[in-house]
């Protein structure tokens, strides 16, 4: 994914003591956040693991675990977006703004920070009438106020709105500041005398705040959580008589499914497996087996992937675990930057559906669709994708040098793989649990994290001390990022859901020429693109809850449908120029875009192959549900 940035290269305009006024103020924010995050994550590893102790070894359930788990999952969720904000790690597409001068890029970017600036600033006065609201409610099992919950918007809305006023003053100049600021009061006020006409337009008042700005937000950069919230205030505030307090109630709705506290708990699970060695016990085994084949390597580069991919919750961490040990023995081998890129970014795409991935426990928890269905299901298309990439391989290394490659000998695959085993066991671990039904996909998490944690302290000693905070931190940051994202696309699919336009999607999508596979096809092409501008957890939140319903009229298995949906999105997320995981992986091999986007193409040809054989073979995606 790519972060944004949210300041200004340009010389700040305050003085020295102003900027550390405002800096004081900034750090303050910071020690509110961190601290209380980076502890949120391990209180929900310690209450959904002994939850699930005390449920399945115990036979003694927790009732009040879950509600005190999600009571805290929002906080997190919340707290992490501030720790995001400030890190400037929030999903944004800066494809167009990249390339610009120094100086268009640093007003773009006073710009992109007044427009988060004043959906921040629109949300703190709904989110306290939603805290004041809720204040007498009790909640069933812990029997304190609701407030405490919904406490948690405001608060961090509050939070990230006194950061981004602080580096708006710090990294702007006043000329920055004062024209950008003028642009937006000027449209926010033709937005509010043009209420009338605009509500008089109908559906076609969606393309001003869905199209016109929030595509405008998204294209100058501003994160993408943060441009559908705007453009969500906006419509309602604008054209409906709806109460904006809707909004937190959306928002807060999206970030409390429980199953989304997954998220935070894989993403710290695949730091864990890297710090631990986990990760490269696997990797060391796998060269070993077939490592002094034409080609093994990239090979083990694809089973690496498998094996490793869904488990950390960021595509950058899976490909970071596997590609710095990998890269210098294959360039030894002769194998080029470009060809290195383009196999790594399709090995991250033909993964998007191996479990437990993020993306299909997100497209679960807004679609209703089973986890374990879900999980099930992906298993045999990332085969069938990692099939069609090892053909490319075999094409590409056919005359590889191998006349430097040793060949392990028996002995040494024997102790290799005697070391990987705790390694190899994880990933089989965690699918067998979900799979048969022994712990929810949140649970297994924390399964996975406890086993990770001895096998790094007793087994493979390693276990750095240190590290741990930075990794809570980490976790919070883009567990909040994505969570951000999940609620104020919630709250915009609610207000697309209510203008009517759903309806009349539906309309059009289901006299789509060709049946149930030209709906297919067409949403397999869209999510293309979707994946490529808007990344994969944006789109499918946002779309998923109106595209399901019609895939269900028109005849496709919603377990078919979804896994054609991601795979299609991750196919878009790897594919130049838009596609910010492409840049991940360029990143991650220290290679020129330039060099590498001539020759990514071969691979994603493979997985579109691979696609269509989805398309075509519902069997591959439902076969093994039973």
């Given at each position: 994914?790519?972060?944004?940035?949210?300041?200004?290269?340009?010389?700040?305009?305050?003085?020295?003591?102003?900027?550390?006024?405002?800096?004081?103020?900034?750090?303050?924010?910071?020690?509110?956040?961190?601290?209380?995050?980076?502890?949120?994550?391990?209180?929900?590893?310690?209450?959904?693991?002994?939850g699930a102790l005390s449920r399945y070894a115990l036979h003694a359930p927790l009732p009040w675990s879950d509600e005190l788990a999600s009571l805290l999952f929002v906080w997190l969720a919340m707290l992490g977006a501030v720790i995001a904000l400030r890190r400037g790690s929030h999903m944004a597409l800066t494809t167009f703004v990249k390339n610009l001068s120094p100086q268009r890029r640093a007003w773009l970017d006073a710009l992109g920070m007044f427009l988060v600036?004043?959906?921040?600033?629109l949300l703190v006065h709904p989110s306290w009438?939603?805290?004041?609201?809720?204040?007498?409610?009790?909640?069933?099992?812990?029997?304190i106020s609701e407030g405490w919950r919904n406490a948690s918007v405001l608060v961090g809305t509050v939070l990230?709105?006194?950061?981004?006023?602080?580096?708006?003053?710090?990294?702007?100049?006043?000329?920055?500041?004062?024209?950008?600021?003028?642009?937006?009061?000027?449209?926010?006020?033709?937005?509010?005398?043009?209420?009338?006409?605009l509500a008089a337009m109908g559906h076609a008042n969606l393309v001003v705040f869905f199209v016109v700005l929030l595509m405008g937000c998204i294209c100058i950069g501003v994160p993408i959580a943060f441009a559908f919230g705007l453009a969500t205030l906006s419509y309602i505030a604008f054209t409906t008589s709806t109460p904006l307090l809707i909004v937190p109630n959306r928002m807060q709705e999206g970030m409390s499914h429980l199953i989304l506290l997954a998220v935070p708990l894989f993403v710290f699970l695949g730091a864990l497996i890297?710090?631990?060695?986990?990760?490269?016990?696997?990797?060391?085994?796998?060269?070993?087996?077939?490592?002094?084949?034409?080609?093994?390597?990239?090979?083990?580069?694809?089973?690496?992937?498998y094996l490793v991919s869904g488990i950390s919750g960021a595509k950058a961490a899976d490909m970071a675990a596997v590609a710095p040990a990998l890269f210098p023995e294959m360039r030894q081998r002769g194998t080029k930057d470009g060809d290195l890129i383009g196999l790594l970014s399709a090995s991250g795409a033909m993964s998007e559906t191996?479990?437990?991935?993020?993306?299909?426990?997100?497209?679960?928890?807004?679609?209703?669709?089973?986890?374990?269905?879900?999980?099930?299901?992906?298993?045999?298309?990332?085969?069938?994708?990692?099939?069609?990439?090892?053909?490319?391989?075999?094409?590409?290394?056919?005359?590889?040098?191998?006349?430097?490659?040793?060949?392990?000998?028996?002995?040494?695959?024997?102790?290799?793989?005697?070391?990987?085993?705790?390694?190899?066991?994880?990933?089989?671990?965690?699918?067998?649990a979900v799979v048969e039904g022994v712990a929810t996909a949140t649970e297994v998490s924390t399964i996975g994290i406890f086993y990770t944690v001895l096998a790094g302290l007793f087994i493979y000693r390693r276990f750095n001390w240190k590290a741990l905070y930075p990794m809570l931190l980490d976790t919070a940051s883009l567990s909040g990022a994505i969570l951000l994202i999940v609620g104020c696309a919630t709250a915009m699919a609610w207000a697309l859901t209510q203008s009517g336009f759903s309806q009349d999607l539906v309309q059009l999508?289901?006299?789509?020429?060709?049946?149930?596979?030209?709906?297919?096809?067409?949403?397999?092409?869209?999510?293309?693109?979707?994946?490529?501008?808007?990344?994969?957890?944006?789109?499918?939140?946002?779309?998923g809850p109106l595209l399901f319903p019609i895939a269900r009229m028109v005849?496709?298995?919603?377990?078919?449908?979804?896994?054609?949906?991601?795979?299609?999105?991750?196919?878009?997320?790897?594919?130049?120029?838009?596609?910010?995981?492409?840049?991940?992986?360029?990143?991650?091999?220290?290679?020129?875009?330039?060099?590498?986007?001539?020759?990514?193409?071969?691979?994603?040809?493979?997985?579109?192959?691979?696609?269509?054989?989805?398309?075509?073979?519902?069997?591959?995606?439902?076969?093994?549900l039973g």
């Open positions: 994914m790519d972060a944004t940035r949210m300041h200004p290269t340009t010389t700040p305009s305050a003085d020295g003591a102003g900027r550390g006024w405002l800096g004081r103020i900034d750090g303050l924010v910071g020690w509110l956040s961190e601290a209380p995050a980076a502890a949120l994550v391990l209180a929900e590893v310690l209450i959904l693991g002994g600036l004043s959906f921040l600033a009438e939603r805290f004041a609201d809720d204040l007498e409610v009790q909640m069933p099992m812990l029997e990230m709105l006194v950061s981004v006023v602080c580096r708006l003053l710090q990294r702007a100049t006043p000329a920055q500041i004062l024209q950008t600021g003028a642009l937006v009061a000027a449209v926010g006020l033709g937005l509010w005398f043009s209420g009338a006409p890297e710090m631990t060695g986990l990760a490269k016990a696997m990797i060391d085994f796998l060269v070993s087996l077939i490592g002094h084949v034409r080609g093994g390597l990239q090979y083990v580069l694809l089973g690496a992937m191996i479990p437990p991935s993020i993306v299909l426990i997100t497209i679960g928890s807004v679609t209703g669709v089973s986890i374990t269905a879900l999980f099930i299901g992906g298993l045999m298309p990332a085969v069938i994708g990692m099939l069609a990439m090892a053909v490319v391989v075999w094409w590409q290394t056919r005359g590889e040098d191998m006349s430097g490659a040793r060949r392990a000998s028996k002995k040494e695959v024997g102790k290799l793989f005697l070391i990987a085993l705790p390694a190899l066991a994880l990933p089989f671990i965690i699918r067998t999508l289901t006299h789509v020429p060709g049946g149930k596979v030209g709906f297919l096809v067409l949403s397999a092409l869209a999510f293309i693109v979707l994946g490529s501008l808007l990344e994969g957890i944006p789109a499918i939140v946002l779309f005849g496709v298995h919603e377990v078919h449908y979804a896994i054609v949906v991601v795979f299609s999105m991750g196919l878009g997320l790897f594919a130049p120029p838009f596609g910010v995981g492409f840049y991940a992986a360029c990143a991650i091999g220290r290679v020129s875009p330039d060099v590498a986007i001539g020759r990514v193409w071969p691979h994603l040809a493979a997985l579109f192959v691979a696609l269509l054989v989805m398309i075509a073979v519902p069997w591959v995606s439902i076969g093994f």
